[in-house]
């Protein structure tokens, strides 16, 4: 019997040892897993069943010392990774936030941090003040010293521009050669000009690389930040004013100006219409007679572009050809205007020369001559009644080069006139090197002619060069008798002027050429009274 008890009493503890075992197995699962020693511990307990109860005490205890050194090891592990991972998300985050070239603040952050300005300030607070600057001059650094010269001097503005904003400013590098500067909160309009004062003078100092030295300046714009302000929207207007600093001469601030701003959005807004008009040919030809005066009649036209708007209302040609200059969309709107001209003027009654304007952008324009061509033989418009007119303006810069163009011109049939003679300063040397046709006298000579003894003089010597150049002569600006009987006398063979008519639309030259002309202004019989004789 007791040795029956004692072998159940042997039995009940190998179950008990073994159900620890077991249970310390799953608890060192994650270890014994990695380690593959799993099976092998099993396979020893299964192996050691005849040990005696305080063997397999023993191995239990260590089991659990193992299993004690395990907690402790898995604990410092996780936290261990958990240090790394926190690291690596600082680290990534500080990356997503600065311009890995200069360690300052990039775009994004900058905006962050200004959005939050914006929004923790009430409508009594006073604003705060941002600087957006761009440097001038800084694209030859790349070209002139390499790009390892231009990336260290990013790197020494943005360190110049840390020094004066100190700690209590924000710098940031926005992209490029494009920096910003949230001014200290306890600055005031007057602080903030000076600030961008001294921006603009440490920025112009020269920066030294060994035996080299850079120069380059800054433009920067100032604007207001204030509460509940749209930061994109302030961006922009700080980028508008850095414009105005570029566009009055660069190496200065300007402050945003709203009014200026809303011209320019008006401006934008006019530029759009207008690509739209033009495409759907709504930039109509309007004609001012030219006219013969000893005959008396009507030989040509000038084509005046004019615009409808259907919300504006009339635009001034003043505005929008302007507009169209300074968005590159003028080559695009003389063609589509000379085209209409062409179709219209091929129905009129009469063959009148058509007088084209082209301006100095355009007679840069490398394809002017062959569009004036495909205008040309699109339309079946003759080319002997075309007369292309380029301002003294458009030719200066480079006679040879103009020679050139004004050849491939007078090469399609058409005839060349300068325009507004007498206000260029080498018209001479024009009418010398150039081959033109004709020559028109600048309005401001010829209205009130006969009240100005100074004019006179130049409209005379001017008819007298042109006779002597076989040139044609058209006076423009005629508005009076008194104009017209002057040019008449100089012997000007061609008028143009409100004395006869201002521009009109084409479906009304056909009415002046029936003979709305009869009443036409003649010449004073006597000219005493006007010449002076």
């Known amino acids: 019997m007791q040795v029956l008890s004692r072998l159940k009493a042997k039995l009940r503890w190998h179950h008990l ?4 075992i077991f249970l310390t197995a799953i608890a060192l699962f994650p270890i014994l897993g990695e380690l593959d020693l799993f099976e092998a511990f099993y396979d020893f307990s299964r192996a050691h069943e005849d040990w005696e109860l305080d063997e397999l005490a023993v191995l239990v205890l260590l089991l659990t010392v193992a299993l004690l050194f395990s907690v402790i090891y898995q604990a410092r592990h996780l936290r261990r990774m958990a240090r790394e991972k926190e690291a690596m998300r600082q680290a990534a985050s500080a990356k997503a936030r600065h311009d890995p070239m200069t360690g300052v603040l990039n775009r994004r952050a900058f905006k962050e941090i200004a959005r939050g300005v914006a929004q923790a300030l009430s409508p009594s607070d006073a604003p705060r003040y941002i600087a957006l600057m761009d440097l001038d001059k800084f694209n030859p650094v790349n070209s002139l010293h390499g790009h390892e010269i231009g990336d260290a001097t990013l790197q020494e503005v943005a360190e110049r521009l840390k020094l004066e904003a100190q700690a209590s400013g924000t710098v940031a590098r926005l992209g490029g050669d494009e920096f910003a500067v949230l001014l200290d909160e306890t600055a005031n309009a007057v602080q903030a000009e ?8 440490e920025i112009a100092q020269p920066f030294f690389f060994g035996e080299k030295a850079v120069f380059i300046g800054a ?16 961006m922009r207007r700080a980028d508008k004013a850095m414009g105005v600093a570029k566009a009055e001469g660069r190496g200065r601030f300007s402050w945003y100006d709203a009014d200026q701003d809303r011209q320019a959005m008006d401006r934008e807004t006019i530029a759009a219409d207008l690509r739209d008009a033009i495409a759907h040919d709504q930039v109509a030809p309007w004609f001012q007679p030219i006219v013969e005066i000893d005959a008396n009649h009507v030989s040509g036209v000038e084509i005046l572009a004019r615009w409808f708007h259907p919300e504006r209302g009339s635009i001034p040609p003043g505005v929008f050809i302007e507009i169209a200059e300074d968005s590159g969309q003028i080559g695009t709107l003389g063609l589509s205007v000379l085209r209409q001209a062409c179709v219209q003027a091929k ?3 009469r063959p009148l020369t058509l007088s084209f304007n082209v301006s100095g952008v355009q007679f840069k324009d490398p394809n002017l001559v062959p569009s004036i061509r495909m205008v040309l033989e699109g339309t079946g418009f003759p080319p002997e009644r075309l007369i292309v007119e380029v301002t003294e303006s458009s030719v200066i810069d480079d006679f040879g080069e103009a020679r050139a163009k004004l050849e491939e011109l007078k090469a399609l049939g058409v005839a060349i006139a300068l325009d507004d003679f007498g206000t260029g300063y080498s018209s001479l040397t024009a009418l010398q090197n150039l081959p033109f046709d004709r020559l028109k006298i600048d309005r401001s000579f010829v209205t009130n002619i006969a009240k100005r003894a100074e004019c006179q003089k130049i409209v005379s010597g001017i008819v007298s060069l042109a006779q002597g150049l076989h040139l044609e002569v058209t006076a423009e600006g005629i508005e009076t008798v008194e104009d ?12 143009q002027g409100f004395l006869f008519e201002k521009a009109v639309p084409g479906d009304q030259v056909g009415e002046l050429l029936d003979g709305a002309w009869q009443d036409l202004p003649t010449v004073p019989v006597s000219l005493a009274k006007v010449v002076g004789t």
Not at 484 to 495: D, I, M, T
């Open 17 to 20: 040892v073994h159900g620890g």
């Open 194 to 201: 000076r600030a961008a004062q001294r921006l603009v003078h």
């Open 347 to 349: 129905d009129w009654a």
């Open 219 to 234: 433009s920067v714009g100032l604007v207001a930040l204030r509460y509940g302000d749209d930061i994109t929207e302030v």
């Open 484 to 495: 017209l009987a002057y040019v008449s006398y100089l012997q000007c063979q061609r008028g």
